[in-house]
């Protein structure tokens, strides 16, 4: 297992996100918040963490829904994973919503997403007027189910 450093700024008093157990891919984010918001159903918000990140060039921070929120309150994540650039040096903020049926309140200090730090690469994009041909050719969603 690889190890990169990563600088954080911590504005919001919450402990810095950590792995929980020595083989965990993902660390905790935690809301930063002056009081409880509460998301109705199908509402979205965006929650601050109080987090700035420093990621070494090639690196990305892809942000994640924790599973123990999506099955226990309905709170998952829009646009999963969400993606932190290297040069981006703002607030890490996290857009909830809650997809079940009832009022789903965030306290300050909840744990509500988790950051996978990953090294990424960068396409070079050739244009051509011919793909080499495959197996599967141009069958699309679900296609491969099919009998």
């Known amino acids: 297992m690889a190890e990169i450093i990563v600088k954080i700024i911590n504005k919001s008093g919450n402990e810095l996100p950590a792995y929980a157990t020595a083989d965990a891919a993902g660390m905790d984010l935690r809301a930063h918040l002056e009081t409880a918001v509460t ?18 060039a090639g690196y990305e921070a892809q942000v994640r829904p924790r599973s123990g929120l999506a099955i226990k309150q309905g709170l998952t994540l829009l646009n999963t994973p ?11 903020k996290i857009i909830l ?7 789903q309140t ?5 744990r509500i997403a988790q950051m996978v730090i990953a090294p990424f690469v960068q396409a070079v ?13 141009t069958g699309g969603f679900g296609h491969t189910g099919k009998s």
């Open 39 to 56: 998301l109705q159903s199908l509402e979205r918000m965006l929650i601050p963490t109080g987090l700035f990140m420093e990621l070494p």
């Open 82 to 92: 969400g993606t932190i650039d290297a040069d981006y040096r703002g607030e890490i």
């Open 97 to 103: 919503i809650n997809l079940s049926n009832e009022p």
């Open 106 to 110: 965030i306290q300050p200090g909840d």
């Open 125 to 137: 994009i050739e244009p051509v007027t011919v793909l080499t041909d495959t197996v599967r050719g």
